[in-house]
């Protein structure tokens, strides 16, 4: 080999490796993986997006930092709705500028920060779980029923959360003393919806509009036929056509939403659609984190994965669904347990409607809105507005049928929430006790005063 050769091949190889990392560098930016780019793992609320870094960050790699205003676009209505306790104007407000020594809670990251699972909490904060005495310190000497209770319980089930504290203000307390564990005719509340239709506008199998190649399925029409879509007079195409598009097999969402908006905006915010909110592909049981079927990983979710949009079926939707993926501890003790049973006895037309308890009467509860045609319930889609932290379920859910001072303990109780309710609760929360004895201190300090 030429001297000249020689001392060519080391600067080929070079120039080839570069090319090739520069290729590989490539793909990872360009490609659909961008998993390198992560530098740790993403809480439960968040890893579905965690690929879709402008989501959250200045640009779609992550560069910069996260922007204020990318929490409150996801978590700004419900803090609103929550009032929330601990709202930024609190922390912008020139008396409380000491506190922000301590934290400085203008900004969502101060206590949530992402891919740091070494200090992330299951409420994904990223402070001590004691730190409310930064604050609080001195609240046994303001509240004696406090005093000496330890700081780092201040957010266990049944006492303080800090953004919404609802459950747990006094005069809402005092409202609920004494009530009995089940109230004397629990029902969870029923739905008010438009009428579907009449004879007048029901449509009929003589009048189906899906192409010839498409009506074949006589099961599929059948239940059409049946549904309260043909009741209320929607045909095939206002579905699978709409406005004169090509015919979709599988409609998406967007078509959903033309009728039923609020359930998608819903379904859109919850886990189980926040990947379609953001232009990903959807959701899928193996992706998620919690234990599910393994005949329903790689199902797609969607408003169909639910209903089946022939033959509307609420009840189906209520249970079987959830029972079909889902596969944790909670899950499936359902089948037997008392609410179930309750479940079983109302779709049988052996108890009066609402006394039966399923899946998604907890987990995706009855909300009230006002459209066009005044006002109606619909079932909130999103069924984070209930999960964490669990006390939200206390005003929406549990008080439908329970007292409040039974339900604080059974949400506080881990067990027994494993057990999907079955037994007693071998917890007990002291909040409506607390809030009679700060009651009587102030009457009697009232009193003296006098």
Same mark, same amino acid.
């Given at each position: 080999?030429?001297?000249?050769?020689?001392?060519?091949?080391?600067?080929?190889?070079?120039?080839?490796?570069?090319?090739?990392?520069?290729?590989?560098?490539?793909?990872?930016?360009?490609?659909?993986?961008?998993?390198?780019?992560?530098?740790?793992?993403?809480?439960?609320?968040?890893?579905?997006?965690?690929?879709?870094?402008?989501?959250?960050?200045?640009?779609?790699?992550?560069?910069?930092?996260?922007?204020?205003?990318?929490?409150?676009?996801?978590?700004?209505?419900?803090?609103?709705?929550? @009032? @929330?306790?601990?709202?930024?104007?609190?922390?912008?407000?020139?008396?409380?500028?000491?506190?922000?020594?301590?934290?400085?809670?203008?900004?969502?990251?101060?206590?949530?920060?992402?891919? *740091?699972?070494?200090?992330?909490?299951?409420?994904?904060?990223?402070?001590?779980?004691?730190?409310?005495?930064?604050?609080?310190?001195?609240?046994?000497?303001? %509240?004696?029923?406090?005093?000496?209770?330890?700081?780092?319980?201040?957010?266990?089930?049944?006492?303080?959360?800090?953004?919404?504290?609802?459950?747990?203000?006094?005069?809402?307390?005092?409202? !609920?003393?004494?009530?009995?564990?089940? =109230?004397?005719? +629990? #029902?969870?509340?029923?739905?008010?919806?438009?009428?579907?239709?009449?004879?007048?506008?029901?449509? *009929?199998?003589?009048?189906?509009?899906?192409?010839? @190649? *498409?009506?074949?399925?006589?099961?599929?029409?059948?239940?059409?036929?049946?549904?309260?879509?043909?009741?209320?007079?929607?045909?095939?195409?206002?579905?699978?056509?709409?406005?004169?598009?090509?015919?979709?097999? %599988? +409609?998406?969402?967007?078509?959903?939403?033309?009728?039923?908006?609020?359930?998608?905006?819903?379904?859109?915010?919850?886990?189980?659609?926040?990947?379609? &909110?953001?232009?990903?592909?959807?959701?899928?049981?193996?992706?998620?984190?919690?234990?599910?079927?393994?005949?329903?990983?790689?199902?797609?979710?969607?408003?169909?994965?639910?209903?089946?949009?022939?033959?509307?079926?609420?009840?189906?939707? &209520?249970?079987?669904?959830?029972?079909?993926?889902?596969?944790?501890?909670?899950?499936?003790?359902?089948?037997?347990?008392?609410?179930? #049973?309750?479940?079983? $006895?109302?779709? &049988?037309?052996?108890?009066?409607?609402?006394?039966?308890?399923?899946?998604?009467?907890? !987990?995706? +509860?009855?909300?009230?809105?006002?459209?066009?045609?005044?006002?109606?319930?619909?079932?909130?889609?999103?069924?984070? $507005?209930?999960? =964490? +932290?669990?006390?939200?379920?206390?005003?929406?859910?549990?008080?439908?049928?329970?007292?409040?001072?039974?339900?604080?303990?059974?949400?506080?109780?881990?067990?027994?929430?494993?057990?999907?309710?079955?037994?007693?609760? &071998?917890?007990?929360?002291?909040?409506?006790?607390?809030?009679?004895?700060?009651?009587?201190? @102030? #009457? %009697?300090?009232?009193?003296?005063?006098?």
């Amino acid at each position: 080999m030429a001297r000249s050769d020689r001392r060519r091949w080391p600067w080929l190889v070079w120039a080839a490796l570069s090319l090739a990392l520069a290729g590989y560098l490539a793909a990872r930016l360009l490609g659909p993986d961008k998993t390198v780019f992560l530098p740790g793992a993403t809480t439960s609320g968040h890893h579905q997006i965690e690929l879709v870094c402008g989501v959250c960050h200045q640009d779609a790699f992550g560069g910069g930092p996260v922007l204020q205003d990318a929490c409150i676009n996801c978590h700004g209505a419900e803090l609103a709705a929550a @009032d @929330d306790s601990h709202p930024q104007a609190k922390f912008t407000d020139p008396r409380n500028a000491d506190r922000l020594r301590d934290i400085d809670a203008r900004q969502c990251i101060a206590c949530h920060v992402e891919h *740091r699972p070494d200090i992330t909490g299951a409420m994904g904060v990223t402070l001590p779980v004691d730190f409310c005495i930064s604050c609080h310190a001195g609240v046994g000497e303001e %509240r004696p029923t406090h005093a000496g209770l330890d700081h780092m319980t201040c957010q266990t089930a049944g006492c303080h959360n800090f953004h919404d504290n609802r459950a747990l203000y006094e005069d809402f307390l005092l409202r !609920h003393v004494g009530e009995a564990p089940v =109230r004397a005719t +629990p #029902r969870r509340p029923q739905p008010v919806l438009p009428v579907a239709g009449d004879d007048l506008n029901a449509l *009929r199998l003589a009048q189906l509009d899906a192409p010839a @190649d *498409r009506a074949q399925d006589a099961a599929i029409t059948a239940d059409w036929a049946h549904s309260a879509h043909a009741r209320g007079g929607v045909n095939c195409t206002a579905c699978h056509a709409p406005a004169g598009e090509p015919w979709q097999d %599988r +409609p998406g969402t967007a078509v959903c939403a033309e009728c039923h908006q609020p359930q998608v905006q819903g379904f859109l915010a919850g886990k189980h659609g926040m990947r379609l &909110a953001q232009d990903l592909p959807a959701m899928t049981p193996a992706q998620a984190r919690l234990p599910m079927h393994a005949a329903a990983a790689h199902s797609e979710l969607s408003c169909a994965s639910c209903h089946r949009p022939h033959a509307y079926d609420t009840a189906r939707a &209520a249970v079987q669904a959830c029972l079909s993926c889902h596969d944790d501890s909670h899950t499936r003790a359902y089948e037997g347990s008392p609410h179930h #049973r309750l479940w079983l $006895a109302e779709q &049988a037309g052996e108890a009066p409607p609402g006394s039966g308890v399923s899946c998604a009467s907890c !987990h995706m +509860p009855l909300r009230t809105h006002t459209d066009a045609q005044g006002k109606r319930t619909h079932t909130e889609h999103n069924q984070n $507005a209930t999960l =964490r +932290p669990n006390e939200k379920m206390l005003r929406p859910v549990c008080l439908n049928c329970h007292g409040l001072p039974f339900a604080l303990d059974a949400l506080a109780d881990p067990a027994l929430i494993e057990r999907n309710f079955r037994g007693q609760p &071998a917890q007990h929360v002291r909040s409506v006790e607390m809030a009679q004895e700060n009651l009587e201190r @102030d #009457r %009697r300090r009232r009193a003296a005063e006098q």
